[in-house]
């Protein structure tokens, strides 16, 4: 029994999915039935229902186990290409913070500096970053002239997740492939798998931004630990040390309740003011000033990594989701799920039809040129085969429009007439010593059967060598008159005749614009 | 022979396979007009999983149908032995070779199918038929006359009566035109043949019915998935910053233009799939409507909604959305919301009538310039792919597997003009409001699945109305 699949598709399932679907386009409608069905009512007896599952489930049975999978590939693209973000933020962290940190006795650490950049800036960033997050369905709904999409596609333009595609030249050839795959479905249904690209740029920008708050809290850490690292604040704007001290008492909120050493004291706050222009006068206590850095360390802990590790869960529930959605809504999923889940209801026939050749050899065309001494002498013997709707008298007038030749009698065969009969009125064709040409009167919109052309050998056995034997298909009558053959009818006529490869027979046409 | 089992035989040439063909749904049958296409009894059983309901089977035409009835009539001295005497005559010449298409035929009858004997309505009934009518009532098989009038129906009176005396059903069944309804009924007649073939038959048919809804649906899905991938289509280009756009905005929109038409030839093979149609020859020669060109003048005087009715549709999706807005705050804002909506939509419907898609000129970060055609916010295209959309639809789903001549796509503006000239009028007030309604909402979002899912449940009913045309009964129901 398979197993049986997630109900949340991962990465490298979405990317087999859209190339298995990709290569199912070149299969015959047929054949992808039969294979889906089959594969469907498997799913059924192993109770896989989900839709989610039985996609999965599909991919499974349907992808060879010894061909490798690009979504494997993909998998580990991906893998790669956050692993080298975190990299990548993590020095970046490590760098600002050793930059903001620099101290060589002299000029003390700007908690505002540290605040800046490690909070506010976050803080931006962050903003922006909630906007990329804004649902497709809700960015439908609002008025054009909210530039949410517009400013979603800035975000997602100048997100360092964006570093993927610089990330990809350290990729092996397989995984590049197989990314530039589940990017490419991007390009082509940009807002479908869009949405995927766009939370997976997004995950990796947090994942990113966490690690350069990791790397920015860890290297902060070290410093502090390892050095000692004077804080003072300094800003230009007319603020007093009551009123830091009543912003730092906010911001200390969510840890003062419990980590009170983290909440800077107002005299802390009045005695670390500091400004250039004072530099060599500047008294203050080497220790205390250092009792900045719990507040520092807590404001970057909760209001840079917190947010962010939070945005990085965001994300990545984001990145499922969009997975997933895109999972069930790929075009080609609506049809494999009714090939896998419709009962198979076939009526065509299950072998092929052999086709049979059929000789294209025509029957030689008679004339009134063509007639022979006897015919012009002696008279025609004319067969009505099959009841042609003409009534005797007309019968030589027929004739000799056609042929230029008289009729000396007139018999009825085939049609509703005993074989019996048909063999004695050959026998009697046969006895007549004046060997008169044969002419039969044929319907031609009815098709020359096998016993027309059994009869007309017969009778060729039984008449010999050279005796003529014409035949003349006659139209549909139209208003009590017989009219010249359909030139399809005439054309199988002639056609089924010129199998006999008989050379004394030979096809009468009619003459062009009469009628008898 | 456990399901029902029917022989469709005849004289050759009067149709046998194209009823099979139509019955069938299998345009892989061999139909030609030279006789003795059909050399060999071919069967086409109607499967469900692994069930078998039924079994047609084509024959090849009697060919010697007065020697073989002689030979039965010396070795059946009594009206009992008729049966038997054609059993024996079919065992007698199997391996012989002088009636090999007698054998062929008769075969599946002696085994115990049903018969069903064709003839052509078009042509004149003649004594030359009641030998191999007189062979088939002595085979004893419960039996049906079909007249498929091929070309006319001339003869098809003159035929009823010469036919009502050797078959106790007679029914007219023309196999290029019979719609999926007149099938079915067929189908249902079948089973009235013998007691114990009413139950499968009747399972069958219902079967079918559920597999032609389930194909309706397919065919609005890929409809629906073409309009939006149609009104999403980007297309663009860079170029450098000194670089004059101008010469390129024609080339870009020719693009845009060529990948909306391939991708309507790609919707339509979809649909065409959809019904099991796979081997349709493109008219080529005379340039029928929807050969068209979707961008020519004539596309959008037929297809699409004038100025005012594009206000209308427009206002009908922007009033819905107020609606909805006016419903959120309870009523409060006094309906202002959808006469607001009403009034935003309709004038968007207005100004994007004659502009299938904007020409977008737009900063790259590092240089240069990105040109941009695409995506579309016309709703008049959206209605004109719609319209195409639906008349091919028409024309392929009313299209038997028989039919071998070309896709005749051909429209004069009367065939969908209304008194108030236009195919959306026709619909059903409820159809052209959800029709209208998805339309908008896929104009603004052409990928979202809820938009999609919504004109998709909206085509639908459209679709199915087309199987309930012919006789007024709903598609799907006896």
Redesign the interface.
């Known amino acids: 029994m398979a197993a049986r699949g997630p109900t949340r598709p991962s990465l490298a399932q979405l990317t087999d999915l859209a190339t298995q679907l990709r290569h199912d386009q070149d299969v015959d409608?047929s054949t992808l039935r039969q294979r889906d069905?089959r594969i469907g009512?498997e799913l059924d007896r192993d109770g896989i229902t989900q839709r989610t599952a039985r996609l999965t489930g599909w991919l499974t049975r349907v992808w060879p186990t010894t061909k490798p999978r690009p979504g494997d590939a993909a998998a580990r693209a991906d893998i790669s290409v956050r692993a080298i973000a975190t990299v990548i933020g993590l020095i970046l962290g490590i760098a600002a913070a050793a930059g903001m940190l620099v101290y060589d006795g002299r000029n003390p650490v700007n908690v505002f500096h540290m605040l800046g950049l490690f909070v506010g800036v976050q803080w931006l960033l962050l903003l922006l970053t909630l906007v990329a997050f804004v649902p497709?369905?809700w960015t439908?709904?609002l008025p054009g002239f909210i530039p949410v999409v517009a400013l979603q596609n800035v975000v997602t333009?100048l997100s360092p997740g964006r570093l993927q595609g610089f990330a990809s030249r350290w990729f092996t050839d397989e995984q590049r492939e197989a990314w530039a795959q589940t990017l490419a479905a991007g390009r082509t249904?940009?807002?479908?798998f869009g949405n995927v690209h766009r939370w997976l740029v997004l995950d990796t920008a947090q994942s990113i931004a966490v690690a350069f708050n990791l790397g920015a809290v860890g290297a902060t850490l070290l410093t502090i630990v390892l050095q000692d690292v004077a804080f003072v604040w300094s800003t230009t704007l007319q603020m007093d040390a009551a009123t830091f001290h009543r912003i730092t008492s906010v911001m200390s909120t969510p840890w003062g309740w419990f980590w009170p050493d983290a909440v800077p004291s107002l005299a802390l706050v009045e005695q670390s003011r500091f400004f250039r222009l004072q530099q060599g006068g500047f008294q203050a206590d080497a220790a205390m000033l250092g009792q900045w850095w719990p507040f520092v360390i807590a404001s970057m802990v909760v209001w840079g990594l917190v947010p962010r590790v939070l945005m990085l869960l965001l994300a990545r529930r984001g990145r499922h989701r969009a997975i997933a959605?895109t999972f069930l809504?790929m075009?080609g999923v609506?049809?494999l799920e009714?090939r896998l889940n419709?009962?198979?209801?076939?009526?065509?026939?299950?072998?092929?039809?052999?086709?049979?050749a059929?000789p294209d050899a025509a029957i030689r065309s008679a004339s009134a040129a063509d007639s022979d001494d006897n015919a012009m002498t002696g008279g025609c013997v004319v067969i009505n085969w099959?009841?042609v709707?003409i009534e005797d008298a007309h019968v030589p007038a027929v004739v000799a429009r056609c042929l230029g030749a008289r009729t000396a009698a007139i018999h009825p065969a085939?049609?509703?007439?005993?074989?019996?009969d048909d063999d004695a009125l050959i026998a009697t064709l046969a006895a007549d010593p004046a060997k008169p040409r044969v002419v039969m009167l044929v319907?031609s919109?009815?098709?020359?059967?096998?016993?027309l052309l059994?009869f007309l050998q017969s009778m060729r056995e039984a008449l010999g060598r050279g005796r003529a034997i014409t035949v003349i298909p006659v139209g549909?009558t139209v208003a009590g008159a017989l009219t010249a053959p359909d030139e399809?009818d005439r054309s199988?006529w002639s056609?089924?005749l010129g199998q006999i490869a008989d050379p004394w027979l030979d096809m009468a046409d009619w003459p062009a614009g009469e009628t008898p | 022979m456990t399901e029902p089992t029917f022989a469709v035989v005849g004289?050759?040439?009067k149709g046998k396979s194209s009823i099979v063909a139509t019955?069938?749904?299998?345009d892989?049958?061999?139909i030609s007009?030279?006789?003795?296409?059909t050399?060999?009894v071919?069967?086409?059983?109607?499967?469900?999983?692994d069930k078998v309901l039924y079994t047609l089977i084509d024959t090849p035409?009697?060919?010697?149908?007065?020697?073989a009835l002689?030979w039965m009539k010396e070795h059946a001295p009594s009206a009992a032995d008729r049966a038997q005497a054609v059993r024996a005559f079919v065992e007698a010449h199997r391996e012989g070779g002088r009636f090999p298409?007698e054998c062929q035929l008769l075969q599946p009858i002696v085994d115990g199918a049903g018969i069903l004997y064709v003839v052509d309505g078009s042509?004149?009934y003649?004594?030359?038929y009641?030998?191999e009518m007189e062979i088939l009532r002595w085979a004893g098989q419960p039996c049906m006359a079909l007249i498929n009038p091929i070309g006319s129906e001339e003869h098809v009176q003159s035929w009823r009566t010469a036919l009502g005396q050797f078959f106790s059903v007679v029914r007219v069944f023309n196999a290029m035109t019979a719609e999926f309804t007149k099938r079915i009924e067929l189908l249902r007649a079948f089973g009235q043949l013998r007691d114990e073939w009413r139950s499968p038959l009747e399972q069958a048919v219902e079967?079918?019915q559920a597999?032609r809804a389930?194909r309706d649906r397919?065919a609005a899905?890929e409809i629906a998935?073409m309009i939006a991938d149609m009104m999403?289509t980007?297309v663009h280009t860079q170029i450098g910053q000194g670089v004059d756009a101008a010469p390129h905005r024609e080339r870009l929109k020719e693009q845009h233009r060529d990948k909306l038409r391939q991708r309507e030839r790609k919707g339509r093979e979809a649909v065409e799939?959809c019904y099991?149609h796979?081997q349709i020859e493109r008219q080529e020669q005379d340039v029928a409507i929807l050969e068209e060109d979707l961008f020519a003048e004539r596309s959008f005087v037929l297809f699409g909604l004038s100025r005012t009715q594009l206000m209308v549709a427009g206002a009908t999706g922007g009033a819905i959305?107020g609606l909805v807005i006016d419903a959120h705050v309870g009523g409060a804002s006094f309906m202002l919301g959808s006469l607001i909506g009403g009034a935003i939509g309709g004038t968007a419907a207005w100004w994007s009538a004659d502009r299938i898609a904007e020409f977008k000129i737009g900063p790259l970060?590092l240089g240069g310039k990105r040109l941009s055609v695409g995506p579309s916010r016309n709703l008049n295209l959206a209605y004109v792919i719609l319209g195409r959309a639906l008349h091919h639809h028409a024309v392929i789903a009313a299209r038997t597997h028989a039919h071998r001549g070309a896709l005749m796509l051909d429209l004069t503006p009367g065939d969908t003009a209304s008194p108030s000239g236009n195919w959306l009028d026709q619909l059903p007030a409820p159809q052209r409001k959800a029709v209208q309604r998805a339309l908008n909402l896929l104009i603004?979002?052409?990928?979202?699945?809820?938009s999609l899912a919504l004109l998709t449940d909206a085509l639908v009913p459209i679709l199915a109305r087309e199987d309930r045309k012919a006789d007024g009964k709903p598609a799907g129901q006896s």
Not at chain 1, 445 to 451: A, D, H, Q, R, S
Request: charged letters at 30%.
């Open positions: 409608h069905r009512r497709a369905r439908a709904h333009a249904h940009q807002q479908l959605d809504h075009p609506t049809q009714d419709a009962a198979l209801v076939e009526t065509r026939a299950v072998e092929p039809q052999a086709r049979t059929q099959s009841s709707p085939g049609g509703g007439r005993e074989p019996a319907k919109w009815e098709p020359p059967l096998g016993e059994d549909p399809s199988i056609r089924m | 004289h050759p040439n019955l069938a749904q299998d892989s049958v061999l007009d030279r006789p003795g296409t050399t060999e071919r069967r086409y059983p109607m499967r469900v999983e035409g009697f060919q010697r149908a007065r020697r002689a298409d042509c004149p003649s004594d030359e009641e030998a079967v079918l597999d389930r397919l899905g998935s999403s980007t799939e099991d796979r959305t970060p603004k979002g052409p990928e979202n699945e809820t």
